[in-house]
């Protein structure tokens, strides 16, 4: 696949709250230091949307604001995918509870917000883009099937994508069989080299790919890895911290997704 210009990432993990904050910890110039993801509030949502949005949408907003805001990028501009393993299962659990008492009274606002795509409404009303957007799934794969998505997006239809993966902690009970024990979201702004906007790196991208997965080098890092689909990100992310080429493999559907940094 053609390279591509990664202009910004967003980050929004535990101890890793914006880009500014995580690049140094990535890059290994100062310690990771797990902590609690903050509440936080978008600056691109209306009101009526603001109160309305659920836990989930407001997350994929902070870690795409955060990628927007540091290159300094005008949000309506870019094309969007979104991912998720399983969006706002909060939603999902209180919905499929009211279903099962004998007055099934679901709320009309949870079923407003029970769709995949939510977030990516969301955000096409909250900064008035009107471009093409992708919603997509793929479990614990999720980040390199929406990374891939988007590099066809950029290449096929010649658009900036702005690609954002996100997942929360599920309720019990359905967190004993999905457990996604931390919230996170991360976001990268790709094109094809055409924007004169400020580039990061340059990746390329090899689906299909055979050996092992990458790990963090960082214990702690690695653990948080493995807490959800969006920190599977987080060797690809430390790559891009670092002024080095370099090669990570992610757990993509069909084997590996290899990313990398060219010169």
């Given at each position: ?22 690049r140094p910890v990535l890059a ?236």
């Amino acid at each position: 696949m053609k390279p591509l210009n990664v202009h910004a990432v967003g980050c929004v993990l535990p101890g890793l709250d914006g880009w500014a904050q995580a690049r140094p910890v990535l890059a290994g110039q100062a310690p990771y230091v797990a902590a609690e993801v903050g509440a936080g509030a978008s600056e691109l949502l209306p009101p009526n949307e603001r109160r309305r949005a659920t836990a989930s949408v407001r997350l994929a907003f902070r870690a795409a604001e955060d990628a927007v805001k540091s290159a300094a990028l005008k949000p309506a501009d870019w094309a969007t995918v979104f991912a998720s393993s399983d969006a706002d299962t909060a939603i999902i659990n209180r919905i499929v509870t009211a279903l099962a008492e004998p007055a099934r009274g679901v709320s009309p606002t949870d079923f407003h917000n029970c769709v995949h795509n939510a977030a990516a409404g969301y955000w096409s009303i909250g900064v008035g883009c009107r471009l093409p957007s992708t919603t997509l799934s793929a479990w614990d794969q999720s980040f390199a099937a929406g990374l891939l998505e988007a590099a066809t997006l950029v290449h096929a239809d010649a658009l900036p994508v702005l690609l954002v993966v996100y997942d929360i902690v599920p309720p019990e009970p359905l967190l004993s069989a999905r457990p996604i024990t931390r919230p996170g979201a991360v976001a990268l702004a790709l094109s094809d080299g055409s924007l004169t906007a400020p580039v990061l790196a340059r990746i390329e991208l090899t689906a299909g790919a055979q050996g092992d997965e990458t790990p963090c080098a960082d214990p702690a890092l690695d653990a948080l890895r493995r807490t959800n689909p969006a920190a599977r990100a987080l060797p690809l992310l430390t790559l891009l911290a670092s002024d080095i080429e370099g090669m990570v493999r992610l757990p993509a559907i069909d084997g590996l997704l290899e990313v990398r940094r060219c010169a």
